[in-house]
């Protein structure tokens, strides 16, 4: 441990930024997870700024697009809270998440994430139905948007992704439904990484997520609860499908990146 520019102390575990567009996921799972116990254990406290990406990513040898993706998961997970021109800061009253480790990275984990996303994203739709309030229905309209643009823009939109079911789960305003999200976000940003890469082969499949949002998002916007439950149901259903098509060589790719370490 030694102290970053900043001030900061954070772990002075190197990675590689070796072939980053396949790997950057994991790299920034990493510089995150580092980040958190920093800020767990108090050697980043409330209202700390971090230090900056070009600093971060000198630290970790890593892009600033990598360290980008770290302070993305840290602020879902209500960690870091960024601010217009003054750079990010640890939250005023950082969430303590529950310690778990990562599972490997399997498909069958991918799997069994899912039946886990079915039973609590199924209820806290039914729950954002009755209790969603304006505003936070034009965060979910908005969160719709910002996929859409993503794909345009040729980006994975695994970010944007999970950006709008947490937004679901903030609609449901029940804090649980955000903090159970929040632990398992770690996990998510893999399997999400893996069903959108399977799901981008095909426009049909595009096609299909997008209907399965607006689904969602529809029921939500009627006040429907058990039809935002069954569009939240019938889209996990359907990722697992999707699933069952992935071909072999990406399967073999993605349980790879997790072997060698540096997914």
């Known amino acids: 441990m030694t102290d ?37 254990t108090g050697e980043l406290y409330a209202g700390q700024r971090l230090p900056t990406e070009a600093a971060l990513g000198e630290r970790y040898e890593v892009s600033r697009s990598v360290v980008r993706e770290a302070i993305s998961m840290l602020r879902n997970a ?13 939250a005023d009253e950082p969430r303590v998440s529950l310690v778990q480790a990562l599972p490997g990275e399997s498909l069958a984990s991918v799997l069994h994430l899912l039946e886990l996303r079915r039973a609590l994203e199924g209820e806290a739709a039914f729950h954002a139905a009755t209790r969603c309030s304006r505003a936070q229905l034009r965060r979910l309209r908005n969160a719709m948007v910002d996929i859409d643009e993503a ?88 990722a697992r499908r999707r699933l069952s098509d992935i071909p072999p060589s990406l399967i073999e790719a993605f349980e790879h990146t997790g072997n060698d370490g540096q997914h």
């Open 78 to 90: 209500g960690l870091v809270v960024s601010r217009r021109g003054s750079g990010s800061f640890v």
């Open 151 to 238: 794909v345009e823009a040729g980006e994975s939109g695994v970010e944007q992704d999970m950006a709008f079911h947490r937004a679901v789960a903030e609609a449901s305003n029940n804090e649980y439904f955000i903090t159970v999200l929040d632990f398992y976000n770690r996990f998510l940003h893999q399997a999400i990484s893996l069903t959108r890469r399977n799901e981008a082969r095909r426009d049909t499949f595009v096609a299909e997520v997008i209907s399965e949002h607006d689904a969602i998002l529809e029921a939500i916007a009627r006040g429907d609860g058990d039809a935002a439950r069954q569009a939240a149901w019938w889209h996990m259903d359907q």
């Open 4 to 40: 970053s520019p900043s001030g900061n102390r954070v772990s002075d575990k190197k990675v590689s930024d070796r072939n980053v567009s396949e790997r950057a996921p994991g790299l920034a799972e990493q510089i995150a997870n580092a980040l958190t116990r920093a800020i767990h």
